[in-house]
Nanobody, 127 residues
Framework: LQLVESGGGLVQPGGSLRLSCAAS????????IGWFRQAPGKEREGVSC????????IYADSVKGRFTISRDNPKNTVYLQMNSLKPEDTGVYYC?????????????????????WGQGTQVTVSS
């Protein structure tokens, strides 16, 4: 099982980035996927989550209205579109998955509730 994040980089305040999380070794169809971030010296925090069905999404208050999570099951990939980026969005962004083959509506921003993690991609918002 492997998750690989990509799409990070350096962007000016107000700019946009789209992060991708590609899975290999398993299909994402029955997994909820979360995006998390960790700034230097801070705890890892939940940013967004999409249910395994794709019908439920949640966002941290700090990113609501600016970030959009989506999934493309045939491509086995989840995306995080980040607009109107702010310096406080800087950090390493991680995707993580948790199996949800039954209800298909589970979502959470709690990092302890996820089973598998990617290695992260750096996002830096600075002028």
């Amino acid at each position: 099982l492997q998750l690989v994040e990509s799409g990070g980089g350096l962007v000016q305040p107000g700019g946009s980035l789209r992060l991708s999380c590609a899975a290999s070794g398993f299909g994402l169809d029955y997994f909820a996927i979360g995006w998390f971030r960790q700034a230097p010296g801070k705890e890892r925090e939940g940013v967004s989550c999409i249910s395994s069905s794709g019908g439920m999404t949640i966002y941290a208050d700090s990113v609501k209205g600016r970030f959009t999570i989506s999934r493309d099951n045939p491509k086995n990939t989840v995306y995080l579109q980040m607009n109107s980026l702010k310096p406080e969005d800087t950090g390493v962004y991680y995707c993580a998955v948790r199996a949800d083959p039954d209800g298909r509506t589970w979502t959470s921003l709690g990092k302890d509730e996820y089973d598998y993690w990617g290695q992260g991609t750096q996002v830096t918002v600075s002028s």
